[in-house]
């Protein structure tokens, strides 16, 4: 009785702790051109009709949600209402953008331009660069991107100030290394990656001063090639960059000096870090995309080893609950680990070769 007792306890506590979540996800369909809606640790509901979503991104701006597709297509939707609300096409292939006050900004492959749009999604104007261009962040006033067929990064200024809609004109060019291909901002530091050059780069933005960083490994040996930024993860005193080639993640301080590598199962390609910078989840390719690892942050070491019946293509850590989603792309489910335990704790079904996880938290400040 008492067993019975305490198992009803346990559902009725995890009953309303679902009930209460205001955590929402967005988990983009890769093959179906569409969005699953997971609310209540189920898979609710799909949004139709998003384009083609094989590497779609998602971005929250309050309760202003956007989606950029892999053929062009910007679209606003109301992530409470899960209806859309405009669409754009920008260009044939475009690789990312970012939400200013009163601007969208997308970065194009194919036409070569940065699109600047209304948050409504009207053209204000599209900045011709002649070169595939990645890597767009905001810093104030300034669009920053890096063009990656011209080896340099533009810094553009809104002389406008954020009053009314912006009127961008270039403010700097910085020649960089030889071909960009992806950026993060941190604080006033633009820091930009290269495919063949040794090392990244680094803009000042408060004083507009460009200088290259080498990075290196173990032994002091060079890195051959920087990954991803996106695959990065930054905590409060360490860097932590899937090796590129190797079964290792590198661990740097706040200064990119190299602290040591932690030998890993597989070829790791993402790292992402939970709310409290405590533990890193990091995942593989190859033989070993259906993994999963853990690392604990303070002692560097692998806590866990998940492995799932498909490969995992992205993670995403609850902000509110002890929970890491990870989307298994082939099994068609989302599943849910319990990060109090480590262990899994259940399979979302109904999501359709699922990818990218995006949370969007209706408590937002």
Do not use: C
């Amino acid at each position: 009785m008492n067993y019975l007792l305490s198992l009803l306890l346990v559902g009725t506590t995890f009953f309303s702790i679902t009930l209460g979540a205001k955590e929402k996800y967005f988990v983009v369909e890769r093959e179906s051109r569409s969005v699953a809606v997971i609310e209540d640790g189920l898979a609710k509901r799909h949004m139709e009709g998003m384009h083609n979503m094989n590497h779609g991104i998602i971005k929250f701006d309050g309760d202003d949600a956007y989606l950029i597709s892999r053929d062009g297509y910007v679209v606003k939707f109301d992530p409470k209402t899960e209806k859309k609300e405009a669409e754009y096409k920008t260009s044939k292939s475009a690789i990312g953008f970012v939400i200013g006050k009163n601007y969208v900004a997308v970065a194009n492959y194919d036409d070569k331009s940065v699109d600047i749009l209304t948050r409504d999604l009207k053209p204000i104007d599209k900045i011709v660069t002649g070169s595939k261009n990645v890597g767009i962040k905001i810093y104030k006033d300034y669009l920053v991107f890096a063009q990656m067929d011209n080896d340099k990064v533009t810094v553009l200024k809104d002389e406008n100030a954020g009053k009314g809609l912006p009127k961008f004109k270039t403010y700097k060019e910085f020649n960089v290394g030889k071909m960009p291909f992806d950026a993060m901002i941190k604080g006033n530091t633009y820091i930009v990656g290269f495919f063949l050059t040794k090392g990244f780069g680094v803009v000042d933005l408060d004083t507009m001063q460009y200088h290259l960083i080498k990075v290196t490994g173990e032994g002091n040996k060079p890195v051959l090639k920087v990954p991803h930024f996106g695959f990065w993860s930054l905590s409060r005193d360490k860097t932590f960059i899937p090796a590129v080639g190797n079964n290792a993640v590198m661990v740097y301080d706040e200064n990119f000096k190299f602290i040591k590598n932690i030998q890993t199962k597989g070829l790791p390609v993402f790292t992402s870090l939970s709310p409290d910078k405590q533990y890193l989840a990091v995942t593989y390719s190859g033989k070993d995309f259906p993994t999963i690892q853990i690392i604990d942050t303070k002692t560097l070491k692998i806590i866990k080893t998940f492995t799932f019946p498909g490969k995992v293509l992205h993670v995403r850590w609850s902000n509110k609950y002890p929970n890491l989603y990870v989307s298994v792309n082939d099994a068609n489910q989302v599943s849910v680990i319990d990060t109090k335990y480590w262990e899994l704790e259940r399979d979302i079904y109904q999501v359709k070769h699922p990818s990218g996880i995006f949370l969007y938290d209706s408590e937002h400040p």
